[in-house]
């Protein structure tokens, strides 16, 4: 079965701009998970969808960050306007049944905002 | 202070040796403990998955779970250069408001050379 897909894989731009990072989970996966590291710091939750509702959105920094889930399928994660300190690896995860060690990671999207 | 710390390292050991890799929590409700691998520009892929406490092993990695001390360890036998990774340990809790939502500890980068 195809895995977890991000993209872009990497994406450079300017603060102020705006960016969308795109996640396809596993098929028949009701539930998709964003988290992201920071330089130097650990992988954090940012937020958690169960097919096409948020179930969880408390690691949502602030409101410059708009997650979606279109008809509970793929997953969009919009940063805008972007600032420097949003830089970062943005991973995306999916499971069958919600349970934590059921994950299955993407290779995530590697965010530098200049 | 964290919920979960892990000593960043790095670790270098040579090719045959046993590492032990630990992490610490202070949150008494997580009961699912995993420790992730993963090499560089890829996602974490699940290692090892133990719920409670006690022991785990699958082939030359051992995992334990010490709930009183609040304490997890991760051993890896026979240590092989394709072992060199970072390894993160994640926790989550059965239900409430963490149910389904990972928290990392920083992560270990492992270095076996030959």
């Known amino acids: 079965e195809a895995g977890v897909t991000q993209f872009p894989s990497h994406s450079v731009i300017e603060k102020g701009q705006t960016v969308t990072l795109r996640c396809d989970p596993i098929s028949g996966h009701d539930n998709l998970y964003w988290y992201r590291r920071v330089m130097g710091k650990e992988i954090k939750f940012l937020l958690h969808f169960v097919k096409e509702s948020k179930q969880d959105e408390s690691g949502m920094p602030n409101n410059r960050f708009l997650a979606e889930r ?16 949003d830089s970062g690896v943005y991973f995306c995860a999916s499971s069958q049944d919600g349970g934590s060690y059921g994950y299955t990671f993407g290779s995530g999207t590697r965010l530098t905002v200049v | 202070q964290k919920e979960v710390e892990q000593d960043p390292g790095p670790l270098s050991v040579p090719e045959g040796a046993i590492v032990s890799l630990n992490c610490t929590y202070s949150n008494s409700a997580f009961q699912y403990f995993m420790w992730y691998r993963q090499y560089s520009r890829k ?6 998955y133990t719920y409670s406490s006690g022991n785990k092993e699958d ?9 009183s001390s609040k304490y997890i360890s991760l051993f890896i036998r026979d240590s092989q250069p394709s072992d060199s990774a970072t390894y993160l340990c994640a926790m989550s809790a059965v239900s409430g408001t963490s149910y389904g939502k990972l928290t990392f500890g920083q992560g270990t980068i492992l270095t076996v050379h030959p």
Do not use: C, H, I, N
């Open chain 2, 43 to 48: 996602g974490p892929e699940l290692l090892m």
């Open chain 1, 70 to 85: 279109t008809g509970g399928t793929y997953s969009t994660l919009k940063v805008q306007p972007a600032e420097l300190e």
């Open chain 2, 59 to 67: 082939g030359r990695f051992t995992a334990q779970v010490d709930k």
